[in-house]
């Protein structure tokens, strides 16, 4: 017996973000993003791009009156000097 239509419908009524939160997701990113561009931040950008389950669309929607998050990933080019820590 498949239940591919009742499990599509838990996807989307409960385990996955709504659009609203994906649209201020997106929203929120982009203001982040121009920050860094416009800051003194000395290193430059190669690209951002979403990570983990952001990337994967796997942002698991939270409890009532619990936030989420989402991870970006910032490419820069090498700075001389800098080294990993």
Not at 60 to 68: D, E, R
């Amino acid at each position: 017996m498949k239940l591919i239509t009742h499990f599509n419908d838990f996807l989307r009524d409960t385990v996955n973000l709504n659009q609203t939160r994906v649209t201020l997701l997106e929203d929120s990113i982009e203001v982040i993003k121009t920050f860094i561009k416009n800051s003194d931040w000395r290193p430059e950008i190669i690209e951002f791009k979403p990570q983990g389950s952001w990337a994967h669309k796997t942002i698991i929607k939270p409890l009532t009156g619990y936030p989420f998050d989402a991870d970006l990933i910032v490419y820069v080019k090498p700075v001389d000097g800098w080294g990993a820590k």
